[in-house]
């Protein structure tokens, strides 16, 4: 009887635990994304090159994320995007983004 019950509930382990670890795999890649997009909002805020942001916000982004920054009216906007595969090889996707945005410091040269 006890061989049973394990062969019903084991099944159903392995779809919470397989469900737990894509929700720590999105919220973690939810996270870097906006610790990249901050990252690169500080920087072009202070005047930094653009490439430079992006190059700041590749480094904190999950891989292959893509970074668009928007100057306009003196403020900073930075937008990064991944797009994850939070269970590994199986073909479900998900698409993560975050937005960060920075006043333009004064005396900055123009980002662009």
Not at 27 to 35: N, S, Y
Not at 39 to 46: F, G, H, L, N, Q
């Amino acid at each position: 009887m006890v061989t049973a019950e394990t062969a019903v509930v084991l099944p159903v382990l392995v779809l919470v635990l397989a469900g737990a670890v894509a929700a720590v795999t999105v919220v973690g890649a939810q996270l870097r994304c906006v610790d990249a997009a901050r990252e690169a909002a500080r920087a072009a805020a202070r005047g930094d090159e653009v490439a430079t942001a992006v190059d700041l916000a590749a480094r904190a982004a999950p891989d292959g994320a893509c970074t668009q920054v928007q100057t306009d009216d003196g403020e900073v906007r930075v937008t990064v995007t991944a797009e994850i595969s939070p269970l590994g090889p199986l073909p479900w996707r998900v698409t993560v983004t975050a937005d960060a945005v920075a006043q333009r410091e004064p005396g900055a040269g123009p980002a662009g």
